[in-house]
């Protein structure tokens, strides 16, 4: 099973770096695929607020548990909506495939609509 985790660390220059796990390092959710197909943060991920970056891992979660592309973008948003943009800015937070399954069956009408 899957296992994500975000941390924030500091470069070499003093400023923050944000790191999300799969499986636990050193494996990083690599933001490239999500990116190719909506590059809402060039800059990478990020939580705990409606932003870009909460939606580009929203995205890259998605994408990775699922491998479908159009479910992914179609659900990301709501994804981010309900579960990124409320973990705690800043904070170490932990959530795997099986919890990203879950939130899917609850919202199992739009993942039917194309």
């Keep these: 099973m899957r296992r994500y985790q975000g941390t924030t660390d500091t470069d070499k220059n003093g400023g923050r770096v944000v790191v999300v796990t799969k499986n636990g390092f050193p494996k990083i959710l690599d933001p490239k695929p999500s990116q190719k197909l909506w590059n809402h943060s060039p800059n990478g991920f990020n ?53 990203v399954k879950a939130w899917l069956d609850v919202h199992k009408e739009e993942r039917c609509q194309k």
């Design 47 to 99: 939580w705990g607020y409606a932003g870009s970056g909460p939606a580009q891992l929203a995205l890259a979660i998605l994408l990775d548990v699922t491998g479908d592309k159009a479910l992914s973008s179609r659900l990301h948003q709501a994804f981010k909506s309900e579960i990124v943009s409320t973990w705690p800015a800043g904070q170490v937070w932990v959530y795997t495939e099986d919890q």
